[in-house]
C-alpha cells in the first residue's frame, strides 16, 4: 500500500528549502558588492530584488513550516531536487530583469544551465553584458559544481544527520571526511585553493596577451569558474576563441582536467600520495577512453581535411573532446562549425567523449569513469569465467583509493545509472527529432545537456521551440542529481496522488 | 604617352572602384561561418562592432568584432588597430569598423582559429559612452519588497511577544 505524504513530511521539507533559499540569497551579496565596485546601478537594483523575492520566500517558508525534526531519506532526496528547481528560478530573476534573456524561460534554462554546470546559454549580445550579471553566470556554476546542498551544509547547517541524506541526494555518495559537513568544507577548500592560483595564472595570462589588467583578472576569475566547475560559461560570445592564446588553451585544459577528478582524489594527491593518481581506477580509466575518444575525433577530422597540419587538428580536435570529456562546454570553434566543417564520425567521438564524463565526486555530470571502470572489470570477471576452468575461482578487484572486490551489487548500480543516463540522452534526441533536428545534432545536444556538457552543434538558441528548452532543462537537472533526487520527487507526486 | 595615361586612369578608377563596391558588400558572420569553406582564402569585406580588449601582439593585434550575430577575431597590425578608440562592453558601444582582409576557415598561423587577417580599416562611426539610466520601475519594486519584508519582520517580532 502506498501512504499518502502527511503535513509533517511537508512542513520539515518547507522548513530546510526555505533555509536553503536564505543561504541562496545571502550569496546573492557578492554581485550587489560587484555592481556597487563597478558603479552599475540597474544591475544592482536587479540582484537586490531578486535577494528581496528570495528573502521573503525563503523567511515564510521557515517561519510557516518550524520544525525541529530531522529528515529522513525521502524528505532529504525532495529538499534536494526542490532546492535545485527553486534555485533555477531564484537565480533566473536577476538574470531576465537585465534584458538579455529574450523570456523568463530563456533566463531560467541558462540559470539551470550554470548551477547544473552545463553551459549551454541562451543570452543576447552577451558582449555588452554587465561584470555584475556576468559574475553572477559564473558564480552559479561555481556554487552549482560543489553542490547547492554542499554549500548550506558547509556554512548555514550545524551537525544534524539529515545533512548525509541531503549530500547523497546531490549526487555525491563519497565521503572524505569522517562526517559529512567537513567534508562540504574540504570541497570548498580544494575549491578557494584552486580559484586563486587559476585566476593568478589566466589574469597574468591575459595580460601578457594584451588584456588590460581589471578585465583580465575579472576574466580570469570567471574563466576559472568554469573550467574548474567543468561549466563552460564565458564572459564574452566568442567563449575561449575570444583569447586567441595558446597559453590560455593550455591552462583551462589544466583546470578542466582538475575539475574532472574526485575531489577524494584531491585529498589524496594534497596529503601527499601521488601513487593514487596511477593506480585509481577513474584516472585509468579516464587516460584510456580519452586516447579512444581522441582517436575517433582525429580519425574523423583527418578525413575532413579542415585542419591540413596535425599541430592544428590536434590543437582543435583534442581542446572540443577534453572540453566533452571533462562535462565543460568550452569551444575553441564556432558551434556551426561542428555542423559545418566536422564531420559524423568526430562528432561521433566527441557524443562518446561527453556521455562518458569525468569522476565521480567531482563537478562533472555523465555516466562517470568509476562506472565505466566497473562495467569493464565486471566484462573482464565474466570473460574469465568463460575461459577458466569451472572449478576455478574468479575474483576481480579494482583499485579505488583502496583495493575493493568487485561485487555483483555494485556492478548492478553501475549498470542502473549508466543505463538511466542512455535513456537520457536517447529521450533529448528523440524529442530533437521530432522538431525537425537530424539525428546527430540531436544527440549531439540531448547528450551536452544530459551530461551537463554544455557543447552545442548550434541547435540550443533562443528561437528552439520552448517544449526542447524545457526537456534541456529537465535533461539538466536530472543529470546534474543522477536520479535519485528525481525519482524520489516522482515518487513523492504519484504517492500524493494515489496514496492512502 | 597619351594612351599609357589614360590606362592608368581607367585602372586607378577599376581599382578605387572595386575597394568602394567591396567596402559596401559586407559579408555577415553566420554566412562567413556557414560557407567557410566557399570564402577560405578569399578577400572578404566584414563589418561590425569593435568589443572586448584590443589585444596587442607585437606588431600586431587581435580586434574582435561583432556584427550582431556572431564575434569574428581580426588580425591586424598594431599601426591600424590604433585607429580603434572605443571597444564595446556594458558602458559603451564601440567604434564600428568595415574591414577587408583574408579570410581563413582554418588559420594555419593561429592553430586552425576561424579568422580575418586584416589588410585595410575603415572606421564606419565612432564608439560612444553608454549613460546608464536609473530604472523607477525597479526602484520602485525594490521599495515594496523591502516593504513587505519590514512588515514580516514586525508581525515576528509582534507573534514572539
Redesign the interface.
Given at each position: 500500500m502506498i501512504l499518502k505524504p502527511r503535513l509533517e513530511d511537508l512542513k520539515i521539507i518547507g522548513f530546510y528549502l526555505g533555509k536553503i533559499i536564505l543561504g541562496l540569497a545571502l550569496i546573492m551579496v557578492i554581485p550587489i558588492l560587484i555592481a556597487l565596485c563597478f558603479r552599475e546601478t540597474n544591475p544592482a537594483l536587479d540582484f537586490f530584488i531578486s535577494m528581496e523575492i528570495s528573502v521573503l520566500l525563503g523567511l515564510l517558508l521557515v517561519k510557516i513550516c518550524q520544525t525541529d525534526k530531522d529528515l529522513n531519506w525521502m524528505q532529504g532526496m525532495i529538499v534536494v531536487s526542490l532546492s535545485w528547481v527553486v534555485a533555477m528560478i531564484l537565480g533566473a530573476i536577476p538574470l531576465y530583469l537585465s534584458g538579455h534573456w529574450k523570456s523568463f524561460l530563456d533566463a531560467c534554462f541558462d540559470a539551470m544551465s550554470g548551477f547544473a554546470t552545463t553551459g549551454l546559454t541562451l543570452v543576447q549580445d552577451l558582449d555588452h553584458l554587465s561584470y555584475t550579471h556576468n559574475l553572477w553566470r559564473h558564480l552559479i556554476m561555481f556554487l552549482g559544481g560543489q553542490g547547492i546542498v554542499v554549500i548550506a551544509l558547509s556554512f548555514f547547517v550545524r551537525g544534524f544527520s539529515g545533512a548525509f541524506k541531503m549530500y547523497v541526494g546531490e549526487a555525491r555518495d563519497e565521503k572524505i571526511m569522517p562526517n559529512v559537513i567537513n567534508t562540504s568544507r574540504f570541497i570548498w577548500l580544494v575549491s578557494i585553493v584552486y580559484l586563486i592560483l587559476g585566476t593568478l595564472a589566466l589574469g597574468i595570462t591575459g595580460i601578457l596577451n594584451g588584456m588590460k589588467p581589471l578585465n583580465s583578472f575579472f576574466h580570469g576569475a570567471c574563466v576559472f569558474m568554469a573550467a574548474f566547475d567543468t561549466g563552460g560559461f564565458s564572459p564574452q560570445s566568442q567563449n575561449i576563441l575570444y583569447y586567441h592564446s595558446f597559453a590560455y588553451e593550455v591552462i583551462t585544459v589544466i583546470l578542466m582536467v582538475l575539475g574532472a577528478l574526485n575531489f577524494k582524489l584531491h585529498y589524496h594527491l594534497w596529503m601527499g600520495n601521488r601513487k593514487e593518481l596511477i593506480k585509481n581506477i577513474e584516472t585509468r580509466t579516464l587516460f584510456i577512453t580519452i586516447l579512444v575518444t581522441f582517436s575517433i575525433v582525429a580519425v574523423g577530422l583527418a578525413q575532413t581535411g579542415i585542419y591540413p597540419a596535425a599541430t592544428m587538428l590536434f590543437r582543435k580536435g583534442f581542446y572540443q573532446l577534453i572540453s566533452g570529456h571533462t562535462g565543460t562546454g568550452f569551444q575553441t570553434i564556432y558551434a556551426q562549425q561542428l555542423g559545418t566543417d566536422w564531420n559524423q564520425l568526430a562528432l561521433v567521438g566527441v557524443i562518446l567523449a561527453m556521455a562518458l564524463g569525468g569522476a565521480v565526486c567531482s563537478t562533472t555530470g555523465a555516466i562517470k569513469m568509476l562506472r565505466i571502470g566497473i562495467i569493464f572489470k565486471a566484462f573482464k570477471e565474466d570473460l574469465k569465467r568463460i575461459i577458466m576452468p569451472e572449478r576455478a575461482i574468479v575474483i576481480e578487484k579494482f583499485h579505488h583509493i583502496k583495493e575493493v572486490f568487485l561485487e555483483d551489487k555494485l556492478v548492478r548500480s553501475a549498470l542502473m545509472i549508466t543505463l538511466a543516463y542512455i535513456i537520457l540522452y536517447g529521450l533529448g534526441a528523440l524529442i530533437g527529432m521530432f522538431y525537425g533536428y537530424p539525428f546527430i545534432g540531436a544527440l549531439f545536444e540531448s547528450t551536452s545537456a544530459a551530461a551537463n556538457v554544455g557543447l552545442s552543434c548550434g541547435i540550443t538558441n533562443s528561437a528552439m521551440p520552448a517544449a526542447l528548452k524545457v526537456t534541456y532543462i529537465l535533461q539538466m537537472w536530472a543529470g546534474r542529481l543522477e536520479f535519485m533526487s528525481v525519482f524520489t520527487i516522482l515518487g513523492f507526486l504519484f504517492a500524493s496522488l494515489k496514496g492512502k | 604617352m597619351k594612351k599609357k595615361f589614360k590606362l592608368i586612369l581607367i585602372i586607378l578608377f577599376l581599382v578605387f572602384s572595386a575597394t568602394r563596391i567591396a567596402f559596401s558588400q559586407s559579408l555577415s558572420s553566420?554566412e562567413l561561418?556557414?560557407n567557410?569553406?566557399e570564402y577560405d582564402g578569399k578577400l572578404i569585406v566584414y563589418s561590425g562592432e569593435v568589443?572586448?580588449?584590443?589585444?596587442?601582439?607585437g606588431d600586431f593585434?587581435?580586434v574582435?568584432i561583432?556584427d550582431g550575430e556572431?564575434?569574428l577575431?581580426a588580425?591586424m597590425s598594431a599601426a591600424l588597430a590604433k585607429e580603434i578608440k572605443i571597444t564595446?562592453?556594458?558602458k559603451s558601444?564601440g567604434d564600428r569598423l568595415e574591414i577587408m582582409g583574408v579570410f581563413h576557415?582554418?588559420c594555419?598561423e593561429?592553430?586552425?582559429?576561424?579568422?580575418i587577417h586584416v589588410r585595410s580599416l575603415l572606421k564606419v562611426t565612432n564608439g560612444r559612452m553608454v549613460k546608464?539610466n536609473?530604472?523607477f520601475d525597479?526602484?520602485s519594486?525594490?521599495l515594496i519588497?523591502?516593504g513587505?519584508?519590514f512588515l514580516?519582520w514586525i508581525l515576528?517580532l509582534f507573534k514572539h511577544k
Open positions: - | 553566420g561561418i556557414r567557410a569553406k568589443i572586448g580588449d584590443v589585444m596587442l601582439r593585434a587581435w574582435n561583432n556572431n564575434a577575431g588580425w564595446g562592453n556594458y558601444r576557415r582554418a594555419f593561429h592553430g586552425g582559429d576561424l579568422d546608464e536609473l530604472n525597479k526602484v519594486l525594490s519588497l523591502l513587505v519584508l514580516i515576528t
